[in-house]
């Protein structure tokens, strides 16, 4: 076998591989005889009819394709060990451009490489944010919101109130009529909020609550706003909107009493004390986690900025199938189909692909290429503590949404629990990556910890507990045997 290799731009290498003409005719006697023990041949039994016979019956063509095909499968494998060629996936047959002797033309996607830059000077503070006080009253007053009776006002809306109304969208700058309209004449409500309650995510924009303030049940009105290009509601990026509004009515929100009621109907809390320290715990794993996303994925795009990653246009493709499925999926879950959210967007799908799935797709890739590199690079492992922690987390998940038993139902037990392992597997991995740039960026973050204690103090601590285990059995036996013959008795 004589080989010529060409490595290309794409990450692929384009391999020409010539055999020995004996080696074709080897393979097409191999063809023949399997041809033959699946075609019936006059006066023959399955397999046993000579090589003349069966080109008679079949054709030198179909003998040469299935031999073709069966060199192929033999012959792969020696290539790519011979040639030291690692790949992603299945090669491709390019070209047969000679058959005496054969040769064959491959074009084949190789492994992905990651060369990682400056890791060491990886710094970056690692500073969550904190929950105060005010947060923590912040929210409950939204949980009490949500709890409020709702109660019909008089006069102009006032900060704090919720104003009822039908609110009509139109681009000012817009070519046709049918255009301009972007949202029809529908019914919305808002809480007014206070300046300092205003929210970026407030739709349509941030600020149109407070501009309801003086306004009353049956005023007509108009409001303008030009929204910035990279605006999150891609109906409404980039335009000028005027929104016609028709107030319908004002309504007031009476809290309920912190009250033990109140508590009971929240969570069953005890007191107010448990209560806010609850939410407190509640709005910093909250705020933790969404800082922990940001910290961590900058932390990955700094590296990735610095890093040379080559991979092959077979791997980006399906990361963005993989993409598009996941939207698919999410819209699913929102009664929606992919068609309808792009008519929705004003967009064809084409244009969707290539404005958002590809980037999205790319970012993915190779943020994960640089995920996979420092695992390699710093023996990133997970232990089976961690692993049967996120086994936990990911069925009390399920359990908790309520969808439990119809995923289990959908893929079978085998492959639901191959589903919840892998799950687990790769979130416990993902946490073992950020603990390993979080000690690049940032080792002083982490708590310090206390020197071991002294052998001998280490006996005293464990004598002491063991005499409290043992007072508390003791003093729990009276309660044991009392339930038992309650039970007895029943």
Same mark, same amino acid.
């Not at 300092?196 to 049940?217: D, H, I």
């Not at 059995?473 to 009392?482: K, M, Q």
């Given at each position: ?442 080792? $002083? +973050?982490? &708590? =310090?910890? #206390?020197?071991?204690? %002294? /052998?001998? !103090? ?16 003791? $003093? +729990?036996? &009276? =309660?044991? #045997?009392?339930?038992? %013959? /309650?039970? !007895?008795?029943?």
């Amino acid at each position: 076998m004589k080989t010529e290799k060409t490595f290309t731009e794409d990450h692929q290498v384009r391999v020409r591989a010539e055999f020995e003409q004996e080696t074709l005719e080897g393979f097409k006697r191999k063809a023949a005889r399997k041809i033959a023990q699946k075609t019936r041949i006059p006066g023959f039994r399955p397999g046993k009819a000579p090589y003349s016979m069966v080109v008679g019956h079949v054709g030198e063509a179909a003998i040469l394709e299935e031999a073709i095909d069966l060199m192929l499968n033999d012959v792969y494998p020696q290539i790519l060990e011979q040639e030291n060629i690692e790949p992603y996936g299945p090669g491709n047959l390019e070209d047969i451009p000679s058959q005496e002797p054969p040769v064959f033309e491959f074009v084949i996607p190789l492994s992905p490489e990651t060369e990682l830059g400056d890791v060491d000077n990886l710094k970056k503070p690692y500073e969550p944010p904190v929950v105060t006080d005010n947060d923590v009253e912040e929210y409950i007053t939204q949980l009490r919101q949500n709890q409020a009776n709702i109660v019909p006002v008089e006069g102009a809306a006032k900060v704090g109130q919720l104003v009822y109304m039908t609110l009509e969208a139109t681009d000012e700058n817009a070519k046709t009529p049918e255009e301009a309209v972007i949202v029809k004449s529908a019914p919305q409500q808002t809480l007014i909020p206070t300046l300092k309650e205003e929210k970026e995510s407030e739709w349509p924009y941030k600020g149109f609550a407070r501009e309801l303030v003086g306004k009353k049940a049956e005023d007509q009105f108009s409001l303008t706003h030009t929204f910035p290009a990279e605006s999150k509601d891609g109906a409404l990026a980039g335009k000028t909107v005027r929104f016609d509004i028709n107030i319908q009515s004002v309504k007031e929100l009476e809290l309920p009493e912190m009250d033990q009621e109140f508590l009971t109907s929240i969570g069953g809390f005890e007191n107010v004390e448990t209560f806010q320290q609850a939410v407190r715990q509640k709005l910093e794993n909250d705020r933790t986690s969404e800082y922990d996303d940001t910290y961590y994925l900058e932390l990955v795009d700094t590296l990735r900025s610095g890093a040379t990653l080559k991979y092959p246009p077979q791997m980006i493709k399906e990361e963005e199938d993989d993409v598009l499925h996941r939207i698919e999926h999410d819209l699913e879950h929102r009664g929606l189909d992919l068609d309808v959210y792009l008519k929705i967007r004003k967009m064809d799908k084409e244009q969707f692909i290539e404005e958002e799935v590809k980037q999205t797709a790319k970012d993915r890739l190779e943020r994960s290429l640089v995920m996979d590199a420092i695992t390699k690079k710093f023996g990133v492992k997970v232990t089976q503590e961690q692993m049967q922690a996120e086994v936990t987390g990911v069925l009390n998940s399920l359990l908790i949404s309520g969808e439990y038993e119809e995923a289990e139902k959908q893929l079978g037990k085998k492959r639901f629990t191959e589903a919840i392992s892998n799950e687990a597997a790769n979130n416990a991995l993902e946490k073992a990556i950020r603990h390993q740039l979080r000690t690049l960026a940032s080792p $002083e +973050s982490f &708590p =310090v910890i #206390e020197e071991v204690a %002294e /052998e001998e !103090a280490v006996e005293e601590i464990m004598d002491a507990l063991n005499t409290e285990i043992e007072k508390e059995n003791v $003093e +729990s036996e &009276p =309660v044991e #045997e009392t339930a038992s %013959e /309650e039970k !007895a008795q029943d």
